[in-house]
């Protein structure tokens, strides 16, 4: 097949650690299948060429927190067929999102020696609150199989097949022990997304939430529980200020348990 | 020619964002800024009020490359400040863990990020087309790496399983047994990898440099020892914010990171390298030696190699812990919170990753403190490039770009760490 027939792959990075879309290179044992199925024409960790999009399929990794960011994911919309945004950072403001809970002069009493010379906002916010996405991959980070899933699915005009049950599925199908059981509280399996296969609760510890809120969870409920169980309020609070703070069900069920 | 602006204004092959900016006048080099523009994330500011139990899997978010690091430098400055010790099996497998980490990401820089440079291909993907065996051979490399984390760590990228005081749960004797013979296979691939970057067509490029590096008494190093270099410094690591400064520069959002009265230093695989190599195993050494290195090594291009013989002792470290690993009976050593203020430093593939912390009743961190390798190479990058540029001013733009790029990457720049522990103003909106 002549090379420009391939589709176009394009991976773009806003605020993040680079944990999601190094998963493309982690893939040891599909990376070159994949490269031989597409262009990879944009992917600046990977490789200094850079064809000219539009691109038919873009992987967006990362939150926006700056002014130029704010732009920049306007372009790259424009310039893609298919958006699809990676990660915990990039479908929900990432860890960088704690700023949103801090007013500002808080955080103006930790002042860096040259404060003007940097340019940042306020919010860490997702991919989502600034243009249209056709699809959100989650975690933090993703897990390499639903990538590659995502990646063939969109490939194939097909929607991708990833799960929104919660992790307590996931544990019950590899036959782990509860954690809430075993281990005691806290767990956030119950009210979160699976995609790891219940990782955490296998290695005997609490999940503490990668994948973000799955469907409708109830947070409530859970933390009614455990403040029963004797769990004081800040832990609460900390439990729910992780790496998907900024999504919508962990902000509300952190911000009521903030004095 | 008169003027002439090098500029690059995405640096690829590198983690994390940034850009170059070399000015040229009348064959002098009049300005070199290597600009990191990565947005800041703030982890220093936010680990405040949170509990010291979170600090490694939080800080490990400050790098995908490189979480391992993280995740070791923050629980030793725990255990430092809670006046607790890992020893014995839990200490072999939090190196076996680094051992790792060192694998994955030396072999991802090695073949990936930086050989292309040398080969004149744009990445790795296009020298597979011509190099088909070799990119196969460091994919598989390269795996034994990530799975040593996968199985003691629980994942590759942001592992689960470490804790302050251990782990939570240990791996069991069989468990890591499946990675003997694929080992076997790692050390005999990496000396290959040895031997094929010594081949690599080398700039004629060396400097003197002041290399900061861990040492330990018989090991070398991942996890504890002093810190040394190679004119005079020999220090505890609570001494660390006595001797070194950041310096906070207009064109960058990270700190540069100098020594005082001393300026510029080096760290990473060639500043270890320099100041260890008589901690190398012989099988090590002698692949250095093969591959045409002395028992010191002043040119960062030929870092490159020196990646790989790492690369060689991790892989031997590693079977060596695995053959005499025996599970102990509890995966931590318990902890005995208090008051206090604890340091870390141990050496991330990409040089010492320092972390201090200050601790106040039940556990709350009130302080943080993180400077990660690349802010501290940042100003040794510049002076290379002020220094590598003038000979070369007659190469094409084109070229000469390359060229500089490939002196940047000699350092294995993780932008993303660099930036992460600023702490900053917040403009309104
Ligand atoms: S979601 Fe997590 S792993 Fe992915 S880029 Fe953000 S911090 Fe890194």
Redesign the interface.
């Known amino acids: 097949m002549p090379q420009n027939k391939k589709p176009k792959l394009a991976v773009w990075?806003?605020?993040?650690?680079?944990?999601?879309?190094?998963?493309l290179?982690?893939c040891?044992?599909e990376?070159?299948a994949v490269?031989e199925r597409v262009e990879?024409a944009n992917?600046?960790?990977?490789?200094?060429?850079v064809v000219k999009g539009p691109y038919d399929l873009s992987l967006v990794e990362g939150s926006i927190?700056?002014p130029h960011?704010a732009e920049r994911i306007h372009q790259v919309r424009r310039s893609s067929k298919f958006l699809v945004s990676i990660g915990a950072c990039a479908t929900a403001g990432?860890?960088?999102a704690?700023?949103n809970f801090?007013n500002?002069k808080e955080?103006?009493s930790?002042?860096?020696?040259?404060?003007?010379?940097?340019?940042?906002?306020?919010?860490s916010t997702p991919i989502a609150d600034h243009v249209f996405v056709d699809f959100e991959l989650r975690g933090?980070?993703i897990n390499k199989y639903q990538l590659v899933e995502v990646i063939s699915a969109f490939l194939h005009g097909r929607k991708p097949n990833t799960p929104s049950y919660s992790v307590c599925v996931e544990c019950k199908r590899r036959g782990t022990v509860c954690g809430l059981v075993a281990v005691g509280p806290p767990c956030l399996g119950p009210v979160t997304q699976a995609g790891?296969n219940a990782?955490?609760p296998s290695?005997?510890?609490g999940c503490?939430g990668?994948y973000g809120p799955k469907e409708t969870p109830n947070t409530a409920s859970l933390t009614a529980h455990w403040s029963e169980l004797g769990m004081k309020e800040i832990?609460l609070l900390?439990l729910f200020r992780g790496?998907n703070a900024n999504a919508e069900a962990f902000r509300k069920e952190s911000e009521a348990h903030e004095k | 020619m008169k003027n002439k602006t090098l500029k690059v204004d995405y640096l690829a092959r590198v983690e994390g964002e940034g850009a170059l900016l070399v000015k040229i006048k009348d064959k002098t080099v009049t300005e070199v800024k290597f600009r990191i523009f990565e947005p800041p994330r703030f982890f220093e500011a936010f680990l405040r009020g949170r509990d010291y139990s979170e600090a490694p899997d939080i800080t490990a978010r400050i790098c995908g490359i490189c979480p391992v690091a993280y995740q070791m430098s923050s629980v030793h400055a725990m255990e430092n400040a809670f006046g607790i010790k890992v020893d014995g099996q839990l200490r072999a497998l939090r190196r076996l863990l680094y051992c790792g980490e060192w694998i994955e990401s030396h072999v991802l820089h090695v073949y990936m990020l930086h050989a292309p440079d040398f080969l004149g291909y744009e990445d790795v993907i296009r020298m597979a087309k011509d190099h088909g065996d070799a990119v196969k051979r460091a994919l598989k490399l390269k795996k034994v790496g990530n799975d040593i984390v996968n199985i003691v760590g629980g994942r590759e990228i942001h592992p689960i399983n470490v804790r302050v005081g251990g782990f939570y749960k240990l791996p069991t004797k069989q468990e890591l047994q499946v990675l003997v013979e694929r080992l076997q296979w790692a050390i005999d691939a990496s000396i290959e990898t040895v031997k094929l970057m010594g081949t690599l067509p080398f700039p004629d490029f060396e400097r003197e440099y002041e290399y900061v590096a861990l040492r330990h008494d018989h090991e070398y190093p991942f996890n504890e020892g002093r810190l040394v270099s190679n004119k005079g410094l020999d220090i505890a690591i609570q001494d660390y914010e006595n001797n070194f400064v950041e310096e906070h520069v207009e064109h960058s959002n990270a700190l540069h990171s100098v020594m005082k009265q001393r300026g510029a230093y080096f760290v990473g695989p060639l500043a270890r390298y320099n100041l260890n190599f008589d901690r190398l195993t012989p099988i090590a050494q002698q692949a250095a030696r093969e591959a045409g290195l002395g028992s010191t090594c002043n040119n960062p291009f030929k870092s490159i190699i020196v990646r790989s013989v790492e690369t060689v002792y991790a892989c031997e470290e590693a079977l060596r812990i695995i053959q005499e690993y025996e599970k102990p009976d509890q995966p931590a050593v318990k902890i005995e919170q208090r008051p206090g203020v604890g340091y870390g430093c141990t050496e991330a593939p990409r040089g010492i990753l320092y972390h201090r912390y200050r601790i106040g009743e039940n556990g709350v961190i009130l302080d943080a403190k993180i400077v990660p390798p690349t802010s501290q190479n940042q100003k040794t990058i510049e002076e290379d490039l002020r220094q590598f540029v003038p000979p070369r001013i007659d190469l094409s733009q084109e070229q000469l770009t390359w060229q500089c790029e490939q002196a940047i990457r000699n350092y294995d720049p993780c932008i993303s760490c660099a930036t992460h522990f600023l702490k900053l103003d917040i403009q309104r909106e």
């Open positions: 990075k806003f605020s993040s650690c680079d944990g999601c879309q190094l998963t290179l982690d040891e044992d990376l070159l490269a990879i992917f600046p960790e990977a490789s200094r060429a927190t700056t960011d990432g860890i960088q704690l700023r801090k500002v955080f103006t930790i002042v860096y020696a040259n404060p003007q010379y940097i340019e940042t906002l306020n919010k933090c980070p790891c990782l955490c290695y005997h510890r503490f990668c832990e900390r790496f």
